[in-house]
């Protein structure tokens, strides 16, 4: 008996731990969301390319690290997911921040948070995705 509430405890302890650190990501996430809505939102380009995770032939890079704003084929894709945000900011009164639902792709962990753009009595579903690179959380994806 007591062997068994040692397990229990310990697994109450693990998912305790699981949960804080989901929350952690989730308010680590969400403030990147309201920087990244900014940054767009005020045309701030090479800023927004530093949070948005590279995509292209460079496997190397591909969701490892940033854009770099300085190459110009980089610097054009930056700008097209950044109007594309804005264009979501721009015709929206407010914007509401859902839930995370984290996933594992290729062992790396994928965050994604559902935003709802509202306009009057409309609202917009977008799913925003996220990945961690190195120290930082990227946005990699938005639907």
């Known amino acids: ?3 068994f509430k040692k ?5 109450i302890l693990v998912s305790g731990f699981v949960y804080a650190q989901n929350d952690d990501k989730s308010e680590v996430i969400k ?8 940054l767009c939102k005020n045309n701030k380009y090479e800023q927004a390319a530093a949070m948005i995770a590279y995509t ?3 496997e190397k890079r591909n969701l490892a690290e940033s854009y770099n704003y300085k190459d110009s084929k980089e610097a054009s894709k930056v700008k097209r997911i950044a109007k594309k945000i804005k264009a979501f900011l721009d015709i929206s009164d407010k914007f509401k921040i859902g839930s995370l639902k984290v996933s594992t792709v ?12 509202i306009s009057g ?15 930082k959380i990227l946005m990699a994806d938005l639907n």
Request: hydrophobic share 45%.
């Open 106 to 117: 290729d062992n790396k962990n994928n965050y994604s948070v559902e935003v709802l753009f």
């Open 1 to 3: 008996m007591k062997a």
């Open 56 to 58: 292209g032939k460079n």
């Open 31 to 38: 403030s990147t969301i309201n920087t990244l809505f900014d």
């Open 121 to 135: 009595n409309q609202e917009l579903k977008t799913l925003f995705t996220f990945i961690e690179a190195g120290n």
């Open 7 to 11: 397990i229990l405890f310990a697994l």
